[in-house]
């Protein structure tokens, strides 16, 4: 036999030998489906971050990012197996876990570590304190996280809940709505509401808010929660998130307006410049508490937690009070010495 004849025989065998070594898209990438807390703004650059440069990639993910409809709807979206991974309040999680602990999905790094809750005021309202909410009427959207906590805020601060009236409203009408003098108040997270106002010509002098934090509520508030199912079937894939993601996080403290970008890219009638403004906000005034010099941003203070679990199970009278292990689990979190411990 000629090794002419056999000469191509054995490339082909060679070829087919080295495309087999390689992996396939279905082997090689885990698909992932997560939802934001918001639509598409100036803070959602720390995942696409992690998108643009292959963070997801280089771990082996296929990762889509949808936008959400408030930081509460979150949590039921990930129970229900409709999305994998969220970003959503914590405090929606805590109220969920004491109802349908089975269904609960798990948070596994907490970004929004101050409590951002608030309820929006004209700055020449008469309310200055939340006792001034008796008689009056606050909006918000139905799954806004600080108006799932108003029953929490109104224990915490000694007010009567049935003496003010809620009213709900569409999420992009809550400014117009304030400064037309359609409600008295709003529900929301201060620097949501600061940048959506000035989007609209409303300046932070016209804007007062009466902020959760200041009535005994140090609360966590936004994190990155994960389905039960996805911790059982690929707890690989849960580290690998979290480590891009946190890469993405550092990358964009570093480079806030390249951060900024990469949403634009998802979202080009978006407003840059204010976007920019709202990220470092958000930056200092959401993820900035004093504890990540101590434990990194992404973990959370047991005791803390524990406190804040307390808060909610007795102020909106939950049917059984959720152990920290159930609502945060460090166990899928990047080694301490990756987290960021400064932002800024």
Known sequence: MSFAFLRPALAAAAALACLAALPTAASADTKLKMVLNWKYQGPQGFFFVAQDKGY????????????GDGSAAAVPKVASGA?????????????????KPEEAPVAVY????????????????????PKDFEGKTLGGAANDGALKLFPAL?????IDCGKVNITNMAPNLREQMLMRG???GV?????????????IGVKDDQIRYINYGDYGMDLYSNAIIVSKKLIKENPEAVKGFLRALNKGVIDSL???????????????????????????????????????????LGSVDPARLKTSIDILVEANGLPRT????????????PPAADLPKKLF
């Open 56 to 67: 997801f990639k280089a771990e082996g993910l296929d990762v889509t990012i949808d936008q």
């Open 83 to 99: 999305y994998d991974i969220g970003f959503g309040d914590l405090n929606a999680l805590i109220e969920f876990a004491a109802k």
């Open 110 to 129: 907490v970004m929004f570590n101050r409590p951002p809750f608030t309820v929006a005021v004209k700055a020449d309202s008469p309310i200055k304190t």
């Open 154 to 158: 109104c224990k915490s601060a000694k």
């Open 182 to 184: 359609q409600v008295d």
């Open 187 to 199: 529900f929301g997270y201060v620097n949501t509401i600061r940048f959506s106002a000035k989007l």
């Open 254 to 296: 570093k480079d806030p307006k390249a951060s900024v970008a990469s949403v634009a890219t998802r979202e080009p009638l978006i407003k840059s410049d204010v976007e920019l403004e709202r990220f470092d906000a958000t930056v200092k005034d959401e993820m900035n508490h004093p504890e990540i010099a101590r434990i990194g």
């Open 322 to 333: 959720p152990t920290p292990a159930e609502i945060f689990d460090p166990a899928f979190l």
